[in-house]
């Protein structure tokens, strides 16, 4: 019976107050998708790494640099030399495991060859990272030296089933065949650290940088399992390079390091971490903003909801007289008129629900994430917060209409309205719906701003596409660049060292006669990395083929990459020459700075300007540029970059693929387009920017839904009002007038409550951009402008109508 008057109520809500019943269902599902969306987004965000089971006690050992007159700087990636030694100066340190990063293999399959991912990492590497294991045994899985560890999607891919154990993977390059010992599950999308195919760490395993402390070649991982240990084992590895020195002296260690050291950083806070670090993972800051869009929206519908709620109150009053004479209790009346309410927003839930998922698409699109939609999560957030919403939209309602005098409601001409505190609510509650949109457009805008400059920073020639090709080895070196200058479209063939996001050489110079040492990152570039990257010369000249000089280090017989000679002339970065104290780049141009690891002192021929190679948040970096000759056999990370013009980056691929299959068929190839690369590392603020503006439109859409919803109840109410004043001469212009400020009014309250909220709001986001805008004042102007042309126009329409209708008929209701 009761479940019959609450269905029949909610029934005759949807058929016979139409216009309410779609205005209060499509802001509050608005909303609730919102809420959804960013829900799912910030339980995608903070699940990041959770596949690998027991890691509470394992921490990653960074290489934090700490180096006099430098600022400092820190790489997840580390130096070996103190790794053997960690279990032994630390009791606290129970298990240690290396991990040397980017050792693909490459594979041939049917008649192709292709480049996988993979790394090189200690026997132990599966005691730390307990994946999921499908076949093999994880304790001695990698205890020959022939054998590899391959995940799921491999063993598919080359033996076509998931039970590979046994079967042979030949690394094509150099001829090795290893024995798959071990297959494991794919990791989710939403983890940092993924390994590929594992192949054992030998005693032969590494370079330089089981010596030398700064080269960094891998990450490394160590357990403590007493909390309490980690400070005091933070505090040994303070001086550890001078402790365990390896090939250097301490007194190379203060002048070239200073105070670098390992710095501990626990595994389950990584994703985040690396994102102050530059080095990957995500601004923990987007996660907390999008969290703040979902919530602000959520509360937005809930004002409406509940303001036109109540603002409906008096319409039903003569129902309740009548049903109070029939007999009906007042708690019966309270228990059905929130059980309507609620029933009502739960039709709004699940109208969001569906909004949810249609727009999950074009979340995981922007933000390439990789985001499920949950139902076991989606469906009782859905419905609950929206019953949530009934409940306070009905408790008011249902105990200001169960509470009238029956009497007095049908003896009266004129329907109750609430009074003066009712009226005062509404107009609060259409305050806070304009002040959290409004706040959020203007947020909206001003990440709008920094996403279009942080993405102006990049060293991209749009609207061509830029392909990085790695030389797996040397040789052949002159019939590549003749079959990539032959690629159609190609306006630009080189090879460097450097791309975006990409550098990892760093040396001390100091300009010659001034004291003070920087740490510079060392590029090596042919001449046409500037027709490549669109570099322009501010100072002096650029690399030129005729002058042996620019070519010194690169063109002798055998020389190691970086071996630099006495005048080998250099090309600086705008940065470069700030950091090395000139004040203008015409200034350095024919002076000599001495790179003090080579005892080497260079001429400067040329200044460019500022190449950012790093992110928005990073610190640009000063670089030194290295001449080198095109087809010099040097592959040690020299690696062949190609412009294409006019084409898209999948038509960029195809063509320098099929140039390089032309000549290197038995290599893989493996590609990077500088578009991806840019796309991901400036995809934050462009894609936050996005999201949040939908967030913000979103919520601006809901308050004026609710905006008109009142002019609607509020016009109907005050007819007798209007239609009194227009008998007593008042014009059009007067009606205008008269409920321009009644609803304009609170739009304005709320922007001026909004600027100061959203100035402190983007003032601390955008500190943590190395490269920011500045905060003027035309987002917080034409935001409010926008909102007051939109409530206008929400109000005008039903003003206009109003001052249209003939006195009569409005008194005569």
Same mark, same amino acid.
């Given at each position: 019976m009761v479940f019959t008057a609450i269905f029949e109520g909610v029934y005759r809500t949807l058929t016979h107050q139409k216009r309410y019943?779609?205005?209060?269902?499509?802001?509050?599902?608005?909303?609730?998708?919102?809420?959804?969306?960013?829900?799912?987004?910030?339980?995608?965000?903070?699940?990041?790494?959770?596949?690998?089971?027991?890691?509470?006690?394992?921490?990653?050992?960074?290489?934090?640099?700490?180096?006099?007159?430098?600022?400092?700087?820190?790489?997840?990636?580390?130096?070996?030399?103190?790794?053997?030694?960690?279990?032994?100066?630390?009791?606290?340190?129970?298990?240690?495991?290396?991990?040397?990063?980017?050792?693909?293999?490459?594979?041939?399959?049917?008649?192709?060859?292709?480049?996988?991912?993979?790394?090189?990492?200690?026997?132990?590497?599966?005691?730390?990272?307990?994946?999921?294991?499908?076949?093999?045994?994880?304790?001695?899985?990698?205890?020959?030296?022939?054998?590899?560890?391959?995940?799921?999607?491999?063993?598919?891919?080359?033996?076509?089933?998931?039970?590979?154990l046994g079967r042979v993977l030949t690394d094509e390059k150099t001829g090795t065949a290893y024995t798959v010992t071990l297959v494991y599950?794919?990791?989710?999308?939403?983890?940092?650290?993924?390994?590929?195919?594992?192949?054992?760490?030998?005693?032969?395993?590494?370079?330089?940088?089981?010596?030398?402390?700064?080269?960094?070649?891998?990450?490394?991982y160590v357990r403590i399992p007493d909390a309490q240990a980690v400070a005091e084992i933070q505090s040994g590895l303070d001086d550890y390079p001078l402790r365990h020195r390896g090939e250097l002296t301490a007194?190379?260690?203060?002048?070239?390091?200073?105070?670098?050291?390992?710095?501990?950083?626990?595994?389950?806070?990584?994703?985040?971490?690396?994102?102050?670090?530059?080095?990957?993972?995500?601004?923990?800051?987007?996660?907390?903003?999008?969290?703040?869009?979902?919530?602000?929206?959520?509360?937005?519908?809930?004002?409406?909801?509940?303001?036109?709620?109540?603002? /409906?109150?008096?319409?039903?009053?003569r129902e309740v007289a009548m049903r109070k004479v029939l007999g009906v209790t007042r708690g019966a009346l309270i228990r059905q008129f929130i059980a309507e309410a609620v029933g009502l927003s739960l039709v709004a839930g699940f109208l969001g629900l569906a909004l949810a998922e249609v727009s999950l698409r074009f979340v995981n699109a922007q933000g390439g994430w990789q985001i499920a939609f949950d139902l076991w999560f989606v469906v009782p957030v859905a419905f609950g917060v929206a019953a949530l919403a009934g409940m306070l939209a009905g408790v008011y309602p249902a105990f200001v209409l169960s509470g009238y005098r029956a009497a007095s409601v049908l003896a009266s001409s004129k329907m109750p309205s609430g009074g003066?505190?009712?009226?005062?609510?509404?107009?609060?509650?259409?305050?806070?719906?304009?002040?959290?949109?409004?706040?959020?457009?203007?947020?909206?805008?001003?990440?709008?701003?920094?996403?279009?400059?942080?993405?102006?920073?990049?060293?991209?020639?749009?609207?061509?596409?830029?392909?990085?090709?790695?030389?797996p080895k040397t040789g052949g070196e002159a019939a590549l660049q003749q079959a990539f200058a032959s690629v159609p479209g190609a306006v630009a063939v080189g090879r460097s060292n450097l791309w975006p996001h990409h550098r990892n050489i760093n040396r001390t110079y100091e300009?010659?006669?001034?004291?003070?040492?920087?740490?510079?990152?060392?590029?090596?570039?042919?001449?046409?990395?500037?027709?490549?990257?669109?570099?322009?010369?501010?100072?002096?000249?650029?690399?030129?083929?005729?002058?042996?000089?620019?070519?010194?280090?690169?063109?002798?017989?055998?020389?190691?990459?970086?071996?630099?000679?006495?005048?080998?002339?250099?090309?600086?970065?705008?940065?470069?020459?700030?950091?090395?104290?000139?004040?203008?780049?015409?200034?350095?141009?024919?002076?000599?700075?001495?790179?003090n690891d080579e005892n080497a002192d260079l001429l400067v021929s040329g200044v460019t300007t500022d190449i950012r190679l790093s992110g928005p948040s990073q610190a640009l970096q000063g670089i030194i540029l290295f001449g080198l000759h095109t087809t010099h056999p040097q592959s040690d990370d020299m690696e062949w970059q190609v412009r294409v013009h006019g084409v898209t980056a999948v038509q960029a691929r195809e063509r320098v693929q099929d140039a390089w299959r032309h000549v290197r068929p038995n290599d893989a190839f493996n590609p990077v387009l500088v578009s991806d690369i840019q796309s991901k590392e400036y995809r934050e603020s462009d894609n936050l920017s996005r999201i949040f503006g939908v967030?913000?439109?979103?919520?601006?859409?809901?308050?004026?839904?609710?905006?008109?919803?009142?002019?609607?109840?509020?016009?109907?109410?005050?007819?007798?009002?209007?239609?009194?004043?227009?008998?007593?001469?008042?014009?059009?212009?007067?009606?205008?007038?008269?409920?321009? /400020?009644?609803f304009l009014g609170p739009v304005i309250l709320a922007s001026a409550v909004a600027w100061p909220l959203s100035f402190v709001v983007m003032w601390r986001w955008l500190a943590g951009f190395n490269e920011r805008v500045g905060l003027g004042a035309m987002p917080f102007v034409l935001v409010t402008a926008l909102a007051l042309i939109i409530a206008g126009g929400t109000v005008l329409v039903q003003a206009k109508r109003a001052s249209r209708q003939p006195p009569a008929a409005a008194l005569h209701r």
């Open positions: 019943a779609a205005i209060n269902i499509v802001g509050l599902a608005l909303g609730v998708a919102v809420f959804v969306v960013m829900a799912l987004i910030v339980r995608y965000q903070l699940s990041y790494n959770q596949y690998y089971p027991e890691m509470s006690d394992v921490y990653r050992a960074d290489e934090a640099f700490r180096m006099m007159g430098n600022a400092p700087f820190e790489a997840k990636m580390t130096s070996f030399v103190g790794a053997p030694f960690l279990k032994q100066d630390f009791a606290g340190i129970s298990d240690v495991v290396r991990v040397w990063d980017g050792r693909d293999m490459t594979l041939r399959q049917g008649g192709d060859v292709q480049g996988e991912n993979g790394v090189i990492a200690d026997p132990n590497i599966f005691s730390f990272f307990k994946v999921p294991v499908i076949a093999g045994d994880r304790a001695r899985a990698l205890e020959r030296a022939d054998a590899v560890a391959i995940p799921a999607s491999i063993a598919r891919k080359y033996f076509g089933t998931e039970q590979a599950a794919d990791p989710p999308p939403n983890t940092d650290v993924k390994f590929g195919i594992i192949r054992a760490a030998t005693r032969s395993t590494g370079g330089d940088e089981m010596t030398q402390w700064g080269v960094m070649s891998g990450e490394l007194e190379m260690i203060r002048l070239y390091l200073g105070k670098t050291a390992p710095k501990l950083v626990p595994f389950e806070g990584l994703h985040f971490y690396d994102a102050t670090i530059g080095q990957g993972g995500e601004d923990q800051r987007l996660v907390y903003i999008l969290g703040f869009i979902g919530i602000a929206a959520l509360a937005i519908s809930y004002v409406n909801y509940i303001n036109l709620a109540t603002a /409906r109150v008096g319409e039903r009053a003066r505190l009712a009226g005062r609510l509404r107009n609060g509650l259409v305050v806070a719906q304009f002040t959290f949109a409004t706040g959020l457009a203007i947020c909206a805008l001003i990440m709008g701003q920094q996403a279009a400059y942080v993405q102006s920073l990049a060293q991209k020639a749009n609207p061509d596409e830029i392909v990085v090709v790695y030389q300009r010659k006669g001034v004291s003070g040492q920087k740490l510079l990152s060392v590029g090596y570039v042919s001449p046409e990395y500037q027709a490549i990257y669109g570099i322009k010369i501010l100072a002096g000249r650029w690399f030129d083929p005729a002058r042996a000089m620019d070519f010194v280090g690169a063109n002798k017989e055998d020389t190691e990459e970086g071996d630099a000679r006495m005048g080998e002339n250099v090309v600086i970065s705008a940065q470069a020459a700030r950091m090395l104290g000139f004040t203008r780049p015409e200034e350095a141009v024919g002076q000599v700075i001495h790179e967030g913000a439109g979103v919520s601006i859409l809901i308050a004026c839904l609710g905006l008109f919803g009142l002019s609607v109840f509020t016009l109907a109410r005050r007819a007798h009002e209007i239609g009194i004043r227009k008998v007593l001469g008042a014009a059009q212009k007067d009606i205008f007038a008269l409920l321009g /400020r009644e």
